[in-house]
C-alpha cells in the first residue's frame, strides 16, 4: 500500500505530466527560437507595457519627462551598452562573436556605430576574456565582457574570483578593477540541456568583491546593465535568455540606473512572502495567482531579489516579520543554491515571527536534463504545491 504522501506525489506528477502534455500538444509545430519563448510574460502585471507605467515607477523619477520606445529584453541590453559607449570614451565590448552582434544579437550594430577597434571578437578562450578584461580595467578602461553562455563560466572561474573579486584588496586599494562588467545568459531556456541551462549565481555568491545582479525586464535590463557598468566594483550581470525576445516593455530612452543590491515588493501581500529572481518571477506570479484563486482571502506578497550579491536582507525580512512565512523559489539546484543563504539569515532575523518552516523550490540535484527540463525547473505546478503546503502547515 503507498502511504498518503507517496499517493499525492504521485497525483502532481500526473498532473505534471498532463500539463506539459497540453503544452506540447497546443504548439504551434514550429521551432522554438535559439533563446525560447515563455509563455505568459506578454500579460504579466510585472511587465510596463505602458508608458505611464513605466514612468510611473518611483526608481525612474530621473527620467519621468522621458520618451519611452517599445523594447524586449536583448534590445534593451543592446540600447544600454550603445549608451555606455556612447558616454564613455574608455568602454570596449568583447566576447565570442560580440562583432557579428552575439548569439542572441545584443551587440548588433554597435561595432559598425562605434567602430571594431571598441566592440570586436575575441577567442574561445573565456579564461583569456576574463583576464584581458581585468588587465583593461586595472589600467582605467571600462571593459565589458561577455560570456557567450553562463555555462562557459568556468574556465574563467579563477580569473573573477581570485583576481577581479581581490584585485582591490590585495593592493591596499591602490589598484582596482572596478570597471570591469562581466554580462552572461544564463537559466533555462526549454532545449538548452547540460551545457545551456545552468545558473551559476550562487558559485560567485560565495565571493568578497564582487556585486551580481538578476534583471527580470527590459527596463531592468538597461537600468542594471548600465548600474553596474558605472559601479565601482566588478559585477556579474546574469541575463534570463529566455526573456531576451519574451519580454517587451516601454523602456524610458533616455539614461538611467537602477539601484544595485535593492530588493522590490512586485506584489503585496499579509500571508506568504514568496522571494524569486530572474524569469522565476514569472513563474510564481502564475503560482500565486492560481493559490489565491484556489483558497480564497489568501494574500501572498511577492518579492523580486533583483541582487544577488549584495542582497536586501532588510526588505525580505520586513515581509516575513509581516507574513510569518516565507517560500523561495530558484532554477539552480537545491543544494548549495543561494536560497538556503536566504533561509538562513531570515531564520536567524524572523525566528519568532514564523508560521511555518522556510519552503524552497529549486531546481533538482541532478545535471540540468534535456526531454525533462519541464520536470526539473520550478514551474507553475511545483511552486504551488509548496504554496498550499505552507499554508496548511
Same mark, same amino acid.
Given at each position: 500500500?503507498?502511504?498518503?504522501? +507517496?499517493?499525492?506525489?504521485? +497525483?502532481?506528477?500526473?498532473?505534471?505530466?498532463?500539463l %506539459?502534455?497540453?503544452?506540447?500538444?497546443?504548439?504551434?509545430? +514550429?521551432?522554438?527560437?535559439?533563446?525560447?519563448?515563455?509563455?505568459?510574460?506578454?500579460?504579466?502585471?510585472? &511587465?510596463?507595457?505602458?508608458?505611464?507605467?513605466?514612468?510611473?515607477?518611483?526608481?525612474?523619477?530621473?527620467?519621468?519627462?522621458?520618451?519611452?520606445?517599445?523594447?524586449?529584453?536583448?534590445t534593451?541590453?543592446n540600447?544600454?551598452?550603445?549608451?555606455?559607449?556612447?558616454?564613455?570614451?574608455?568602454?570596449?565590448?568583447?566576447?565570442?562573436?560580440?562583432?557579428f552582434?552575439?548569439?542572441?544579437?545584443?551587440?548588433?550594430?554597435?561595432a559598425?556605430?562605434?567602430?571594431?577597434?571598441?566592440?570586436?571578437?575575441?577567442?574561445?578562450?573565456?579564461?583569456? &576574456?576574463?583576464?584581458?578584461?581585468?588587465?583593461?580595467?586595472?589600467?582605467?578602461?571600462?571593459?565589458?565582457?561577455?560570456?557567450?553562455?553562463?555555462?562557459?563560466?568556468?574556465?574563467?572561474f579563477d580569473? $573573477?574570483?581570485?583576481?577581479?573579486?581581490?584585485?582591490?584588496?590585495?593592493?591596499?586599494?591602490?589598484?582596482? %578593477?572596478?570597471?570591469?562588467?562581466?554580462?552572461?545568459?544564463?537559466?533555462?531556456?526549454?532545449?538548452?540541456?547540460?551545457?545551456?541551462?545552468?545558473s551559476?549565481?550562487?558559485?560567485?555568491?560565495?565571493?568578497?568583491g564582487?556585486? &551580481?545582479?538578476?534583471?527580470? +525586464?527590459?527596463?531592468?535590463?538597461?537600468?542594471f546593465?548600465?548600474?553596474?557598468? @558605472?559601479?565601482p566594483?566588478?559585477?556579474?550581470?546574469m541575463?534570463?535568455?529566455?526573456?531576451?525576445?519574451?519580454?517587451?516593455?516601454?523602456?524610458?530612452?533616455?539614461?538611467?540606473?537602477?539601484?544595485?543590491?535593492?530588493?522590490e515588493?512586485?506584489?503585496?501581500?499579509?500571508?506568504?512572502?514568496?522571494?524569486?529572481?530572474?524569469?522565476?518571477?514569472?513563474?510564481?506570479e502564475?503560482? %500565486?495567482?492560481?493559490a489565491e484563486?484556489?483558497?480564497?482571502?489568501?494574500?501572498?506578497?511577492? $518579492?523580486?531579489? @533583483?541582487?544577488?550579491?549584495?542582497?536586501d536582507?532588510?526588505?525580505?525580512?520586513?515581509s516575513?516579520?509581516?507574513?510569518?512565512?516565507?517560500?523561495?523559489?530558484?532554477?539552480?539546484?537545491h543544494?548549495?543554491?543561494?536560497?538556503?543563504?536566504?533561509?538562513?539569515? $531570515?531564520?536567524?532575523?524572523?525566528?519568532l515571527?514564523?508560521?511555518?518552516?522556510?519552503?524552497?523550490?529549486?531546481?533538482?540535484?541532478?545535471?540540468?536534463?534535456?526531454?525533462?527540463?519541464?520536470?526539473?525547473v520550478?514551474?507553475?505546478i511545483?511552486?504551488?504545491?509548496?504554496?498550499?503546503?505552507?499554508?496548511?502547515?
Amino acid at each position: 500500500m503507498l502511504s498518503s504522501a +507517496s499517493r499525492n506525489a504521485a +497525483s502532481r506528477f500526473r498532473s505534471s505530466v498532463s500539463l %506539459v502534455k497540453r503544452n506540447l500538444a497546443s504548439s504551434s509545430g +514550429s521551432p522554438p527560437p535559439a533563446e525560447g519563448f515563455m509563455q505568459g510574460v506578454a500579460t504579466s502585471k510585472f &511587465i510596463k507595457a505602458t508608458k505611464e507605467q513605466a514612468l510611473a515607477h518611483p526608481e525612474l523619477a530621473a527620467v519621468k519627462n522621458s520618451e519611452t520606445q517599445k523594447m524586449n529584453y536583448f534590445t534593451a541590453v543592446n540600447d544600454a551598452l550603445a549608451t555606455a559607449l556612447a558616454t564613455d570614451d574608455k568602454a570596449v565590448i568583447f566576447g565570442e562573436d560580440v562583432g557579428f552582434g552575439g548569439v542572441f544579437r545584443c551587440t548588433i550594430g554597435l561595432a559598425e556605430k562605434f567602430g571594431k577597434e571598441r566592440v570586436f571578437n575575441m577567442p574561445l578562450t573565456e579564461q583569456g &576574456i576574463i583576464g584581458f578584461g581585468i588587465g583593461m580595467a586595472a589600467v582605467g578602461h571600462t571593459p565589458i565582457a561577455e560570456i557567450q553562455f553562463a555555462d562557459y563560466v568556468f574556465p574563467a572561474f579563477d580569473q $573573477i574570483v581570485n583576481e577581479a573579486a581581490k584585485y582591490r584588496y590585495r593592493s591596499g586599494n591602490e589598484f582596482n %578593477v572596478g570597471g570591469l562588467t562581466i554580462r552572461m545568459p544564463c537559466n533555462a531556456v526549454g532545449h538548452g540541456a547540460l551545457y545551456h541551462s545552468q545558473s551559476p549565481e550562487a558559485y560567485f555568491a560565495h565571493t568578497p568583491g564582487l556585486k &551580481i545582479v538578476y534583471p527580470r +525586464s527590459p527596463i531592468q535590463a538597461k537600468g542594471f546593465l548600465l548600474a553596474a557598468i @558605472r559601479d565601482p566594483n566588478p559585477v556579474l550581470v546574469m541575463e534570463p535568455k529566455i526573456l531576451y525576445r519574451s519580454a517587451v516593455e516601454q523602456v524610458p530612452v533616455d539614461d538611467f540606473v537602477l539601484p544595485l543590491g535593492k530588493a522590490e515588493v512586485v506584489k503585496e501581500g499579509k500571508d506568504l512572502t514568496v522571494v524569486g529572481w530572474g524569469a522565476q518571477l514569472y513563474v510564481l506570479e502564475h503560482a %500565486v495567482q492560481e493559490a489565491e484563486k484556489r483558497m480564497p482571502g489568501l494574500s501572498i506578497e511577492v $518579492i523580486d531579489l @533583483r541582487s544577488i550579491l549584495p542582497w536586501d536582507r532588510d526588505t525580505v525580512e520586513k515581509s516575513v516579520n509581516k507574513t510569518g512565512r516565507l517560500l523561495i523559489a530558484h532554477e539552480a539546484p537545491h543544494t548549495g543554491g543561494f536560497g538556503g543563504e536566504i533561509a538562513a539569515a $531570515i531564520q536567524e532575523r524572523c525566528f519568532l515571527k514564523l508560521e511555518a518552516p522556510i519552503a524552497r523550490v529549486c531546481g533538482w540535484d541532478t545535471p540540468f536534463p534535456l526531454v525533462y527540463e519541464k520536470f526539473y525547473v520550478p514551474g507553475m505546478i511545483r511552486c504551488l504545491d509548496e504554496i498550499e503546503r505552507v499554508m496548511n502547515y
